[in-house]
């Protein structure tokens, strides 16, 4: 007689405890496989999977009042509890043998992943965020593995491998570079890989919606742009973001960095649907793209100028990251030491509880303005400081 499954005791424990913090959503299971069946729309809402963004993705949450820090720690703490209850009980539908019942549990827990909210992105640890994000987006993945056309699950992947990729390997490699070489070599190795594999979860996304889209992409990259509508915005942004962090550290690797047009061709459709999308998202990648933009063009440095401003405008100056990527994207390449050190000053002077939303993703972009500080002789060598 064919064993029946069992569940571990340990794994029974650690549901209930998981089962009690959700318990103030619970509704029933048919109502839960309604839902499951309803298609998902949230491409008007922020997705801030870690609140980092790879090329500056800005955050497109409102600015929001600071609350008491009582209210806040309570929230933050319901929150995590909330994430403990998500995470355990997708390990019991990832471990059980069900079907169909499985399959839109699964699906569920895939939309409140996607939906994630401010529990990473208003942290001020980063050093923890970078140790908790690696489980969460393996659960992604698994619960993929069982879902594999859940669109908004293949964008909450593709931003949360994008902006780890950003902010925990090619950051610390960025740093590494002077002083171990081989070290910052594989961590560029490995932070391409990611890259790649937000990219892929991005493009796989827009297949559900626009079947054989990479392929045309490839083929006749204005007419696979063409299909594109603004629900697309999140699955453009995060596929292009992704792809071009994977040709910036893809040096020896003349094969990508020909795709570099397809990146152009994905975000400026998503320019032109819609310029404003993300409370400055566009804007602030195109600062750094401008420079790297296929063609010769004399007007680069003042594109993106006219980028950093509209995104200043649209974030309030209330995020480091436009300053600190026009400063390495534009003032280094042209010498420009004075702005420099005046842009990542304002950098450094934005105080990050005005946007408590966007905390993790300004702490992160304050370090590298502290770190490329660190290093403006080596940026801007002059005769008098130059080696005989």
């Known amino acids: 007689?064919?064993?029946?499954?069992?569940?571990?005791?340990?794994?029974?424990?650690?549901?209930?405890?998981?089962?009690?913090?959700?318990?103030?959503?619970?509704?029933?299971?048919?109502?839960?496989?309604?839902?499951?069946?309803?298609?998902?729309?949230?491409?008007?809402?922020?997705?801030?999977?870690?609140?980092?963004?790879?090329?500056?993705?800005?955050?497109?949450?409102?600015?929001?009042?600071?609350?008491p820090p009582q209210a806040a720690q309570r929230r933050r703490s319901a929150s995590h509890r909330g994430w403990v209850g998500i995470l355990c009980i997708a390990t019991l539908l990832l471990l059980s043998p069900g079907c169909s019942v499985r399959r839109l549990a699964v699906n569920k827990l895939g939309d409140a992943l996607s939906a994630g909210g401010t529990t990473f992105s208003s942290d001020n640890d980063p050093d923890l965020v970078r140790d908790a994000a690696p489980f969460s987006l393996k659960i992604m993945e698994a619960l993929l593995a069982e879902s594999p056309r859940h669109v908004e699950l293949r964008r909450a992947a593709a931003a949360g491998f994008a902006q780890y990729a950003f902010a925990f390997v090619q950051m610390e490699a960025d740093e590494k570079e002077q002083s171990d070489f081989s070290a910052s070599e594989a961590l560029r190795l490995r932070a391409r890989r990611l890259y790649v594999r937000g990219r892929n979860h991005a493009l796989q996304g827009l297949e559900v919606r626009h079947p054989k889209f990479e392929k045309t992409l490839r083929s006749d990259p204005t007419a696979a742009v063409s299909q594109l509508t603004p629900r697309d915005l999140p699955l453009i942004y995060w596929a292009g973001a992704a792809?071009?962090?994977?040709?910036?550290?893809?040096?020896d690797q003349p094969e990508l960095i020909a795709e570099l047009p397809l990146v152009g061709a994905l975000m400026d459709r998503a320019l032109q649907?819609?310029?404003?999308?993300?409370?400055?998202?566009?804007?602030?990648?195109?600062?750094?793209?401008?420079?790297?933009?296929?063609?010769?063009?004399?007007?680069?440095?003042?594109?993106?100028?006219?980028?950093?401003?509209?995104?200043?405008?649209?974030?309030?100056?209330?995020?480091?990251?436009?300053?600190?990527?026009?400063?390495?994207?534009?003032?280094?390449?042209?010498?420009?030491?004075?702005?420099?050190?005046?842009?990542?000053?304002?950098?450094?002077?934005?105080?990050?509880?005005?946007?408590?939303?966007?905390?993790?993703?300004?702490?992160?972009?304050?370090?590298?303005?502290r770190w490329l500080q660190s290093r403006i002789d080596e940026l801007f060598v002059t005769p008098h400081t130059a080696a005989p």
């Open 1 to 67: 007689m064919k064993k029946q499954w069992q569940i571990p005791q340990w794994l029974v424990t650690t549901l209930a405890v998981g089962w009690t913090e959700l318990r103030p959503t619970r509704r029933s299971l048919s109502e839960e496989c309604v839902q499951a069946m309803e298609p998902t729309k949230s491409y008007g809402r922020p997705d801030a999977t870690l609140g980092l963004r790879p090329l500056s993705h800005a955050s497109r949450y409102s600015l929001a009042r600071v609350a």
């Open 243 to 251: 792809w071009a962090g994977a040709i910036s550290q893809s040096k």
């Open 273 to 369: 649907l819609d310029p404003g999308w993300g409370k400055g998202s566009l804007h602030s990648f195109f600062i750094a793209y401008e420079p790297m933009r296929p063609g010769a063009s004399a007007d680069r440095p003042e594109r993106s100028k006219a980028h950093l401003e509209q995104a200043i405008t649209l974030t309030g100056a209330t995020l480091a990251g436009p300053f600190v990527m026009y400063a390495e994207a534009i003032c280094v390449p042209r010498k420009d030491k004075a702005e420099f050190e005046a842009l990542l000053r304002k950098a450094l002077q934005i105080d990050i509880e005005l946007r408590p939303e966007s905390r993790l993703e300004n702490l992160i972009m304050q370090r590298r303005a």
